[in-house]
């Protein structure tokens, strides 16, 4: 059995509209169950779409500059959030109200329930990376030096925070080879985060499966199918749905 395990909390809400990157909600909403969470998504409308104030860049050499102006998302009336941790670590939770404040105000979250996700990251001659929230990279061979932060979806950068071995990280790029499609499936979201815009990864990564991936980077890409890829995951950054096929 897996040593972490990934959860889906319902929720319903007042329909309240926010002005501040929504994974900071549901990191409070964790916390406020008890939960010392690996990871934590940001809260997702019933189809699946990551309610957030965003501005999305869609242009690969226009000129882009940062939003100004402050922005609204209406969280839906029936939500959800993901989060994953330890088996052992997850306490029993009670189905109750929870009030969390946010620049100060005050929005009335209802727990519907939650469930245990079957993850299962398949097998095949490709991967598929959809990118369900702005995710943040880092070169983790220049820890604590300028330009750490990272924006190009190499395997080496999405799965860094699994590996610092320079061996791994090579075989990473060996085995997983970007498909064209790259450059214009994955783009810079700016993001609103306590007051401030900041960019972001987004989108959907597709890379072709060149040699097949050892038990190292098999155990890597489980991972990062439960826990996200990037840093600051246990605050709702590099919510991730992963999959070979």
Same mark, same amino acid.
């Given at each position: ?8 909390? /319902? ?6 509209? +926010?002005? #501040?990157?929504?994974?900071? &909600?549901?990191?409070? =909403?964790?916390? @406020? ?46 939500? /959800? ?14 189905? $109750? #109200? ?6 100060? +105000? ?12 079957? =993850? ?23 820890? $604590? ?12 950068? &999405?799965?860094?925070? /699994?590996?610092?071995?320079? $061996?791994?990280?090579? @075989?990473? $790029? ?13 783009? @810079?979201?700016?993001?609103? /985060? ?20 050892? #038990? ?26 992963? #999959?070979?096929?």
């Amino acid at each position: 059995m897996r040593r972490h395990a990934r959860f889906r909390v /319902y929720l319903r809400t007042d329909g309240s509209e +926010i002005d #501040e990157y929504s994974g900071l &909600l549901a990191e409070e =909403i964790v916390r @406020k169950l008890s939960i010392l969470p690996e990871h934590v998504s940001p809260i997702f409308d019933e189809s699946g779409k990551a309610v957030y104030p965003k501005v999305l860049v869609r242009c690969s050499f226009c000129k882009d500059e940062k939003p100004k102006k402050r922005k609204f998302a209406r969280l839906p009336y029936k939500a /959800y959030l993901e989060f994953s941790v330890e088996r052992e670590k997850l306490p029993h939770i009670t189905f $109750n #109200e929870i009030e969390v404040e946010v620049r100060e +105000i005050k929005i009335n979250f209802f727990i519907d329930g939650i469930e245990e996700l079957d =993850i299962d990251v398949g097998a095949g001659k490709k991967l598929i990376i959809k990118f369900n929230g702005p995710t943040l990279l880092r070169d983790p061979l220049r820890s $604590n030096t300028p330009f750490t932060t990272r924006f190009l979806p190499l395997p080496s950068f &999405l799965f860094s925070s /699994y590996t610092d071995d320079k $061996n791994v990280l090579r @075989k990473l $790029n060996e085995t997983f080879v970007e498909d064209h499609s790259i450059l214009h499936s994955t783009g @810079k979201v700016w993001y609103l /985060y306590k007051g401030r815009w900041l960019p972001g990864l987004s989108g959907t990564a597709l890379f072709h499966v060149v040699e097949e991936p050892d #038990e190292v980077v098999l155990e890597i890409l489980e991972k990062a199918a439960i826990n996200g890829i990037g840093f600051e995951r246990d605050k709702g950054f590099g919510d991730v749905k992963l #999959e070979l096929f």
